[in-house]
């Protein structure tokens, strides 16, 4: 198949790949600029990550945490809906393959990767089919249908063991996604689906919250994450910590102390992997083609100023990016997606600017409806006002008005009535 | 594999097979009855079917017009997810393939069979993989990511006739559902895609609506079929009636005059298939068993009260019962189930009850925002004031005043801003 040749115009091209946190505010920070911006991710829309959860736990419909790119950027922008695969550092060419199939060679003077994290199996990739990740929202709503699911076949299920492993829940990490999981599946346990079950003891539920570390939340201060720790348990998490996961099957998961041990072995229909952060695999190309080398886990090791060494024109920020080493988190990816834009402006204009600095705001997550952490500048907030901070800073990082009053207005109902509105099983039982 | 045995205990027990509007109204008609009620369903919720085409187009999310049926009908019903496959009407039997894959051998007192209608294609299931049709969410979500993708696929075209072909749009059947579906997709192109496509002229699109009869929406009076068709016209849609499909393939359709004359190509990215209604395949099943006929287009003909002849305590309602061939609408099964209900518990304390007695209230169609039609037992409405009919009687039939409350607030939304909130592809592009 012939490749389509993409070279910029007469105008200062800038081609952004990915529209996280990092890209989107890159790209829109272009918008008075004179420059053609050209957006490229994989998927039309922006993902608000941080409540990809209440995706997979019914609370939220997709819409709500995606607005849609075409929305948000408008006229003056470039879409192009494709899988950027390579980068040519030194003839400015980026490969996209098309949402069509077609592979566009897409020139630039400009370039900012914004690919975001992907997750890592530590070498055990045959593990992610049985143990799949949540990093898109297609992600999300399986996980959605594979947690409601779980409930009707333990309805049915004639012999105790696989009742009870219908009703086990494994989650693998206890990052914030983890953890955030773990307590939502936890309340449908004790709440939500109270009521509604006839043919089971919803008591018999378990929630596994598994992490290779001693604690959960590892980053956060010990005071945040024994507070986390014991406020799961009282919730009904059962916490696993300084386990190792050996192996995933099609049942369950083996997994044995991280200090060495014998094994055990846990039997759970549901298990989403959560654990393992790698930079997305077009990091690596691009570092490939410059000369440049990548950290552990891939990240590319960026200069000051955000840019790959060698090639002043080439930005990579966010989680694919290694800046001083900073936290893989939605505020580094963007501010450093609003300096960028600045950065860039103010090379066409000729005036200097100085290296990227971040300001740390601090980091969150949440436990329960009215349970979170937060460690703000060493202010550390838990319990309900923890979860007030919480939901204010993530409204105020949605995007779009409209979908800020439908997560509050969802957040209220679900917090209110323990119900969940979008307990949805997509696909019907074939036979 | 061995199939679960499972026969009904010392209360009487009342199978309900499809959780739409007969089934749904059947089965919570049994709330205080002396009953042990079992649904079975294959979705986990109750999908208020007319409003399908707005999750398809972006405005509403699928949770909204799906409550979870637990949540809906409580403790004291059982409710299996499954696919009842067979019935034995002589042994009271319904054979069910579960959601994990087992049989259960479904053992009844009372049966009711509320299984709605399927598409048809006229003996050409071939083309159901190029003309998906819209039943179910899952189709529904389907769809949009269909139709949002042609839009992306267009702006990336690099010849023309694959830019036409993708920004063609053909809905095949000038029912409710087919009008409502081309209104839609016309006003993306009028309204809501407008000022986000730099790449396209949105005036290029193209949204065909077919049908062999000679008319938009057969079943109504002429003056609201004329208004109806001059408006969507209006609007920008194509309506080409009196046309028969004759094939279709991955490119397109070809299709003829119904009353014989030369074929035409159309090449359309996205088809849809709001053609062709038969009773789903269950109700075969059902009469071969009994012993009694089905009508042409697969419905039992039922009882006045709506039982199998020469079997009392078999129930057939909605789309896939011909009762004195009765529209299959929302209405009819609404009623029936109703009735149903009354039926049983009647019998159960030794009443008697008169046969079913269908109050027609009438029927609408949705044009655009601003306009709809109604027949409502003579008196004939049209626009706004048909519009406001047409949308309080089917926030009257939403199950749930959460859902109310959100479906009112996203039309508000989408009318006043021409947006619409649930711009969502779910599946990455995958190189």
Redesign the interface.
Same mark, same amino acid.
């Given at each position: 198949m012939t490749a389509?040749i993409d070279r910029p115009g007469a105008r200062h091209r800038v081609v952004v790949v990915g529209a996280g946190f990092g890209g989107l505010n890159a790209a829109r920070g272009l918008r008075r600029a004179d420059t053609e911006v050209v957006v490229v991710d994989?998927? %039309?829309?922006h993902l608000f990550q941080p409540l990809l959860y209440q995706v997979a736990t019914?609370i939220l419909?997709?819409?709500?945490i995606?607005?849609?790119l075409?929305?948000v950027?408008?006229? %003056? +922008?470039?879409? =192009?809906?494709?899988?950027a695969?390579d980068v040519d550092a030194g003839n400015r060419i980026v490969d996209v =393959? /098309?949402?069509?199939g !077609?592979i566009?060679k897409l020139g630039y003077d400009s370039l900012v990767v914004a690919v975001g994290s992907t997750d890592s199996y530590f070498g055990n990739d045959g593990w992610r089919q049985w143990a799949p990740p949540m990093k898109?929202?297609?992600d999300a709503?399986n996980l959605r249908g594979r947690i409601?699911?779980a409930f009707?076949?333990a309805? =049915?299920?004639?012999d105790e063991a696989?009742r009870r492993r219908e009703m086990t829940f494994a989650i693998v990490g206890a990052g914030p996604t983890g953890v955030e999981l773990a307590g939502q599946i936890a309340a449908m346990r004790r709440r939500t689906?109270r009521? /509604? +079950?006839?043919?089971l003891n919803l008591d018999d539920v378990r929630v596994v919250l598994l992490d290779a570390l001693d604690s959960v939340l590892p980053p956060y201060t010990e005071s945040l994450r024994d507070h986390t720790e014991r406020k799961l348990r009282e919730l009904g998490v059962d916490v696993r910590l300084g386990m190792k996961v050996q192996d995933v099957d099609d049942q369950g998961i083996v997994y044995a102390p991280s200090d060495g041990g014998p094994t055990e072995r846990l039997d759970a229909a549901t298990v989403v992997w959560a654990a393992g952060v790698r930079a997305a695999p077009l990091t690596g190309k691009l570092a490939a083609s410059a000369g440049v080398e990548t950290d552990k886990k891939g990240r590319l090791v960026v200069q000051e100023d955000c840019t790959v060494p060698g090639h002043p024109e080439v930005f990579v920020i966010g989680d694919t990016a290694n800046h001083n080493d900073l936290p893989g988190v939605a505020e580094t990816a963007l501010q450093q997606g609003k300096y960028v834009a600045k950065a860039i402006r103010a090379r066409l204009t000729g005036e200097k600017i100085t290296p990227f600095r971040y300001l740390d705001l601090g980091t969150m997550a949440t436990i329960s409806a009215g349970d979170a952490v937060a460690d703000v500048r060493g202010l550390h907030l838990r319990g309900l006002i923890g979860k007030v901070a919480w939901a204010v800073v993530h409204l105020a990082f949605l995007v779009g008005w409209? %979908?800020r009053a439908?997560v509050l207005?969802g957040w209220a109902?679900t917090v209110g009535?323990g119900?969940r509105? /979008?307990?949805? =099983?997509?696909?019907?039982?074939? !036979?």
């Open positions: 389509i994989r998927v %039309n829309h019914a419909p997709p819409g709500d995606a607005p849609a075409r929305e950027l408008g006229e %003056n +922008y470039r879409v =192009i809906l494709g899988e695969t =393959i /098309q949402a069509d !077609s566009r898109t929202l297609d709503v409601l699911r009707e076949r309805a =049915i299920a004639t696989t689906l009521g /509604q +079950y006839p043919e409209r %979908n439908a207005a109902w009535t119900r509105t /979008q307990r949805v =099983i997509l696909e019907p039982v074939a !036979s």
